[in-house]
């Protein structure tokens, strides 16, 4: 069955749209991550223009973050007070990154700076969640996991306007989680996602959050963000496709139930290796996009009249 | 040929029309079984019916043209071992779609000379180039040229080869025409040839509204004269169906 999705201006396998929905909703409530990074690549794989894919998958992750969010917060796994102070640096950076990619859109090469993001940020991200979590699970088989601090101490922990996170069961200066929510908020503004992929590890290793907490939080936080930026799209572009959102999240939400039922059943660390390894695939499916020699060297894109 | 009682009635409008035609003098007439195309929600693509009659012998060409656009080509280069968009041509009026129909090769029927003239055929399609780019090689040209078209072709909005028209009994005469789901809206005009010996003798054109109707123009409409309700509302129905798939989920 077909629909003709009036903003992207082509007619889509309805059948298709819901599982993809599904699948990417699954994996967002899973590893509480939005799933645009997975998301947004499909849309435009399957044909979608770029900026539409962008525009409604801003606007799909609201969905699946709020019915994600509903999930966790029955299990009292959000931390309102971390997820304000991240939401409000978290404003200022998408808004700042909207402004930085319409300059870079000037200069012609959004696209190939987009994709670099994409390898540098997945990249690092994956790799370094990998080794992280695959020394865990190491650790925990040879030996008898014993009980340690918290977290670690370094130099972020003596930065001043300390406030006090009940439910992180941490103390720590409130222009940390500022910071983070900021330089998450420009990526996710110029990468057309939510951020949850960035979010997620700087909360557990530069914020020091225990892994419960971390999912919700940041499902939380990425609700705000995004409808930010798919305010910003509609006005600025007019390339939110409401009609294929909607047959997004009809997937997502439904996945998403499945995917965070399912994530109290794996262990923090196994959550955290299965989450690398798809990032670092995605990563390494651009990367290779970028390095293979294109089928036609040459690309056609109509230009909207100046 | 697939006969419906459809196309034997438009055969029938056509020969009525044929014989006023004579009457007048004309050579050609033609017409199409729709010059409106809607794009509803369930738009996958459609097809129109072309039909005509000549008077006498002759060949028949068909060619739809699209509304005109900008296009940039681009062409990437390896620079530091990864594929980057390195340079820029901008042709200006080039058709959104264009198809071409014929009752035998188009070789066959005229010079190149008068194919190039007429626009003819895919590689005939004139091309203006954008100010900046007017200075550049001409060989250079050529091959963001051949790259729109093979482009444009591999997207199913030009025709490769030309689609067949059928002649009955040297008089009248039908075609298909398909457009596929990813056209563009606007006016698009159908141009019937009658060449004799290798030169059009007559030439009618005919246009073709395409339009989004129903929810899909509403939507669009919407989104591009109301776009920061429409950014609102957006917002509104996610938090709500997000909401609400939280909420039915609760009781299983």
């Known amino acids: 069955m077909h629909f003709y999705l009036p903003i992207a201006e082509m007619s889509v396998n309805i059948f298709l749209i819901l599982a993809m929905g599904g699948g990417i909703g699954f994996l ?29 998958e801003a606007n799909q992750i609201v969905a699946s973050s709020v019915s994600g969010v509903i999930a966790h917060m029955r299990r009292g796994n959000v931390d309102f007070k971390m997820g304000g102070v991240l939401l409000a640096g978290g404003f200022v950076g998408s808004s700042l990154g909207v402004v930085l990619f319409k300059y870079l859109q000037g200069l012609g090469q959004i696209d190939l700076v987009i994709k670099l993001c994409y390898v540098v940020f997945l990249g690092i991200i994956g790799g370094l969640m990998f080794v992280e979590s695959a020394r865990t699970i190491l650790r925990s088989r040879s030996v008898s996991a014993s009980r340690g601090k918290l977290h670690q101490h370094n130099w972020l922990h003596g930065l001043p306007f300390k406030m006090r996170f009940r439910r992180s069961k941490l103390y720590i200066s409130a222009l940390l989680p500022l910071m983070v929510g900021a330089g998450v908020g420009v990526l996710s503004a110029l990468m057309g996602v939510g951020g949850g992929f960035i979010m997620v590890p700087a909360m557990i290793y530069l914020l020091g ?11 939380f936080q990425i609700i705000f963000v995004t409808a930010n930026v798919t305010f910003l799209q509609a006005v600025t572009t007019q390339t939110v496709d409401v009609p294929l959102a909607i047959l997004l999240l009809i997937g997502a939400v439904i996945g998403a139930q499945f995917g965070s039922k399912y994530s109290v059943r794996l262990k923090g660390e196994q959550l955290r290796i299965l989450l690398a390894v798809m990032v670092i695939g995605v990563c390494a499916k651009i990367a290779y996009d970028l390095i293979v020699t294109p089928e036609d060297l040459y690309s056609i894109a109509p230009l909207i009249a100046h | 040929m697939k006969r419906n009682p459809a196309t034997f009635l438009l055969l029938i409008a056509a020969l009525v029309a044929v014989a006023s035609a004579s009457a007048r003098g004309q050579a050609l ?3 199409l079984s729709s010059h409106h195309v809607a794009i509803t929600t369930g738009f996958t693509g459609t097809d129109v019916l072309l039909f005509g ?8 060409v068909v060619v739809i043209t699209g509304p005109p656009e900008s296009v940039a080509v681009r062409n990437k280069q390896r620079i530091a071992g990864i594929w980057v968009n390195a340079d820029t041509v901008e042709f200006q009026g080039i058709p959104n779609f264009y198809a071409v ?14 194919r190039e003239t007429q626009q003819i055929g895919a590689e005939h399609i004139a091309t203006k180039l954008a100010a900046e780019d007017r200075d550049r090689p001409a060989a250079e040209i050529a091959l963001y040229r051949e790259a729109l078209i093979r482009n444009k072709q591999n997207s199913g909005l030009f025709s490769v080869e030309p689609e067949q028209i059928s002649i009955i009994s040297d008089r009248l005469f039908r075609t298909q025409i398909h457009f596929p789901s990813n056209m563009a809206t606007g006016s698009y005009s159908a141009v019937v040839y009658l060449f004799r010996d290798g030169e059009a003798v007559q030439a009618v054109s005919t246009p073709i509204l395409v339009e989004k109707v129903g929810v899909g123009a509403e939507i669009y409409n919407f989104a591009h004269q109301q776009s920061a309700l429409y950014g609102l509302a957006a917002i509104v129905i996610a938090v709500f169906s997000g909401w609400l798939g939280g909420v039915i989920f609760r009781k299983v």
């Open chain 1, 28 to 56: 967002s409530g899973l590893f509480g991550v939005g799933g645009g990074f997975l998301m947004t690549p499909l849309l435009i794989f399957i044909g979608v223009p770029a900026p539409v894919a962008v525009g409604t």
């Open chain 1, 209 to 219: 959050m225990p892994t419960s907490v971390v999912i919700g939080t940041s499902l």
């Open chain 2, 29 to 31: 007439v033609a017409d």
């Open chain 2, 53 to 60: 009659a000549v008077d006498g012998e002759g060949d028949v």
């Open chain 2, 101 to 114: 129909a014929s009752n035998r090769p188009l070789k066959e029927i005229t010079s190149p000379d008068i």
